[in-house]
Structures are given as C-alpha cells and as structure tokens.
C-alpha cells in the first residue's frame, strides 16, 4: 500500500514538473489609451523619474517609501530606487532608452519581495485627437515564474494598475494642456 501512494505521489511531482515546463518561457504585458494631448506633454510625464509620483499606480500604496534618484535629472540615464512595505517591496528602475516623443525603454529590477527583472517601453504615436500611449512590460520566466504562472496570471496580477497609471497620466497631461 505505501508503495502505491509512494507512486501516485512520484507520479504526480512529475505530471507537475512537464506541466511547469511547458508554461511559457516569457510574459508580456501591454495596455493603451488615447491622450487627447501633444506626444511632447504625455512624454514629458514619463521621461522623468521625479514625476512618477503623481501618476504611479504603485506611489500611493506607501506613502512612507523611501525613494532616490540618481544619474541623469530625465532620460536616459536616470534610476530611480524605492524601498517600501510589503505592498511596493524594493527595486530599481534605469532609463536605458528615451527618444523624444517617440519611446521610453526601462530597465526594471526587483528586489523584494521576489528578485526578478523585466523590461518597460512606453511608444508615443501621434494621431488626430491626441497620442496613443502604450505602456508594455516584457521579462523571461525562470521555473519558478513558470510554476507561480499557473496560479497567477502577470496580465492580471499588473494590467489594472496599468490602467490607472495610463488614466492618471491621461488626466495630467490633458489638464495641463493650452487651452
């Protein structure tokens, strides 16, 4: 009898290993919105680290986060590093790439709770009423990130704060602009 519930048991760890192994090997997050303003006033919210405060999803989640800036005021160059609650953990973003009204390319690192990496790109594309804003994230997943991506889906676990991020700017940049 233990032999059996020895087998089934083995049987099992390794149904769940091909399964975690055939997960796929990167994520991708993407979200959009139409900005009724000029490319230059959207990229002007996200080219600069000291700015993401008044639209990050994540800044009002702890208000005692300690955060700095370092290398360039904007653009690229520039990191950022935050350490907060449990909520926010602790990380590290680096601008890599930023091309006037056109794109933003980031590196982003965390640190806590989990250590991981991925990359973020806003795109900017003009259109008649506006900008369209893509804000993507991208990153590989280890066995582990596989495994965790069978109980919670990345889309769904950041998509939202996408969002909201996208509705803030949104508001920033349409409230500013000339009447």
């Keep these: 009898m233990l032999k059996k519930v020895l ?3 083995a049987a099992l760890i390794v149904v ?3 399964i975690v192994s ?3 090997p990167t994520f991708r997050v993407t979200r959009s919105a139409l900005i009724s303003a000029p490319a230059a006033a959207v990229f002007a919210q996200m080219n600069d680290f000291h700015k993401w405060e008044d639209w990050s999803p994540w800044a009002k989640l702890d208000p005692a986060m ?3 800036y370092e290398g360039a005021s904007a653009g690229a160059g520039a990191i950022y590093t935050w350490a907060g609650s449990s909520k926010v953990g ?3 973003m680096t601008l890599l790439e930023s091309r006037s009204h056109d794109l933003i390319r980031i590196n982003l690192e965390f640190l806590k709770p989990v250590a991981s990496a991925c990359l973020m790109e806003f795109t900017f594309k003009p259109e008649a009423s506006g900008t369209a804003v893509t804000w ?3 990153g590989t997943n280890n066995f582990v990130g596989k495994a965790f991506s069978l109980f919670m889906n990345m889309d769904k676990m950041v998509g939202g704060d996408f969002e909201k991020g996208l ?3 949104k508001s920033i940049a349409e409230t ?3 009447k």
């Design 7 to 9: 087998l089934t048991l």
């Design 16 to 18: 769940f290993l091909i």
């Design 22 to 24: 055939l997960q796929p």
């Design 66 to 68: 300690q955060q700095t």
């Design 90 to 92: 602790e990380g590290k």
């Design 136 to 138: 993507e994230m991208t």
């Design 167 to 169: 509705a803030q700017i």
């Design 176 to 178: 500013a602009r000339p």
